[in-house]
Nanobody, 114 residues
Framework: VQLQASGGGLMQAGGSLTLSCTSSGSISGANVMGWFRQAPGKQREMVAR???????SYADSVKGRFTISRDNAKNTVSMQMNSLKPEDTAVYYCNLVLPGRILWGRGTQVTVSS
């Protein structure tokens, strides 16, 4: 199983972007899909995640602005990012947590200009 992320780019502050991540293989059983990000000089941090049951959690810094969703039939997780801020600039990575296994996709750059 590989994860392929897309949707990054350059956006002005206040704008919106949608990131998507698709698994190359079918995902079954309990799992969590999520998005992490890493800004230059900073540690990678969790942004949002969604369980196979539908439960979600968000970093405080993005609550009310970002929305994570998933389409289990398409093995895809998406994240709608609204009201973007310059501090959202980072490389965004999708992530899949399975029992005993964690997978990462290649990052996609999001740059927000002021």
């Amino acid at each position: 199983v590989q994860l392929q992320a897309s949707g990054g780019g350059l956006m002005q502050a206040g704008g919106s972007l949608t990131l998507s991540c698709t698994s190359s293989g079918s995902i079954s059983g309990a799992n969590v899909m999520g998005w992490f990000r890493q800004a230059p000089g900073k540690q990678r941090e969790m942004v949002a995640r969604i369980a196979s049951s539908g439960g979600t959690s968000y970093a405080d810094s993005v609550k009310g602005r970002f929305t994570i969703s998933r389409d289990n039939a398409k093995n895809t997780v998406s994240m709608q990012m609204n009201s973007l801020k310059p501090e959202d600039t980072a490389v965004y990575y999708c992530n899949l947590v399975l029992p005993g296994r964690i997978l990462w996709g290649r990052g996609t750059q999001v740059t927000v200009s002021s």
